[in-house]
């Protein structure tokens, strides 16, 4: 996990103390072991993100590009207040699992302008978990954050390649795009969804929720981590071979009028915004609700965001809007030949022009999923999770990532700064 460049201070604190330091939290083994991920590409060309389209630009010129890279004291420009000498940036590497977490728990986070994530989807999840479980969540949250992709997967970074207007990119040219994203300093707010769990658990996903097919195909493939991206094609294939069905009762509540008639549930709301729209797990969901009355499943998958890996397409229907999130689930009954098809169509979000019956797609505002079992597993970006009774709830906007925000996912739009310094 690694803290960022910082963003220039605000307007009320340049006056004095100057500026504020960046805090880069970095993952060493997901830097050093992924193939294809470099930990210090060069930037590339005139300051071009790597296949973006010429008509297409960062919203400035190669003169203030270069300038926002390097740091370096200029005239104010189009992006805002450059930063006027060097940043300080504290490069901090996790030493175990939660390692990272634990740390964002007790930072003093008034020191930082920004807390930048080198590493896989994983450690976003501890960062934004501990940020979560702070006294001061309410503040902490808002504290601007930043993915480098340095994983396998890298889908939070990939999905803000996509919003910011760019072409699908992997590997480097993908740390290219984020890095000068960095460099522009703008802002753009983002979902959380809050899951409860019938052991009690209560933790926050920065991407996705997934069941069955998908869980196993990425926590199955860890073994296979040293391959880089191509340890998922290889795990589709491996649980292709010995396809899966689960069984299970699966709930949501769609975007709609419905949502608005909300139940409220003061247990639900603790460490954290209140969860209005669910009721405990031991009391049936709301008549409100939709129940799909299938309970044999190939996989589910509650996601945030447009991408589940730098080139798995999983949402070309657009961002979610605020509040909402995106939830696929495929029926038992399904054919191996059409599950790889699909799959295969996901690299450029041409699978859902497959019209598949056995594959649907609702956007929800919340979800409950019961496994009959133990069979399967959970992944909660990516982390493994106890297959048990698990429901949650999008709240809106609730942390800033750096972003181009060509595709704004509420009115709130881009800022250059976080709601409020810290």
Known sequence: MAPGPSRPPPPSASRGSGLRQR?????????????????????GGKGEPYSRPRDARLGSTDKELKAGAAATGSSPTALGIPWQREPGVEVMDP???????????????????????????????????GLMERPDWETAIRMPLCSLPAGSANALAASVNHYSGYQQVTNEELLINCTLLLCRRLLSPMNLLSLHTASGLHLFSVLSLAWGFVADVDLESEKYRRLGEIR???????????????????????????????????????????????????????????????????????????????????????????????????????????????FLAMEKGRHMEYDCPHLVYVPVVAFRLEPKDRRGMFAVDGELMVSEPVQGQVHPDCCWMVSGCVEPSSSQGPRQMPPQPL
Request: with cysteine; glycine share 10%; aromatic share 8%.
């Open 23 to 43: 805090r880069l939290l970095s993952d060493p083994a997901a830097a050093g072991n992924d193939a294809g991920a470099p930990t210090a590409p060069a930037l």
């Open 95 to 129: 030493e175990w699992r939660n390692h990272a977490r634990e740390l964002v728990r007790h930072e003093e986070l008034g020191r930082w302008d920004a807390l930048v994530v080198m590493s896989g989807d994983g450690l976003m999840h501890e960062v934004v978990n």
């Open 232 to 342: 998922f094609t290889f795990g589709t294939f491996l649980r292709l071979i010995s396809l899966r069905t689960y069984q299970g009762r699966l709930a949501y509540l769609p975007v709609g009028g419905a949502a608005s008639r909300m139940p409220t549930s003061p247990a639900l709301g603790q460490g954290g915004p209140a969860n209005t729209l669910l009721v405990p797990l031991d009391q049936p969901v709301p008549d409100h609700w939709t129940v799909v009355p299938e309970e044999d499943f190939v996989l589910v998958l509650a996601l945030l965001h447009s991408h589940l890996g730098s080139n798995m397409f999983i949402a070309p229907m657009g961002r979610c809007a605020a509040g909402v999130m995106h939830l696929f689930y495929v029926r038992a009954g399904v054919s191996r030949t059409m599950l790889l098809r699909l």
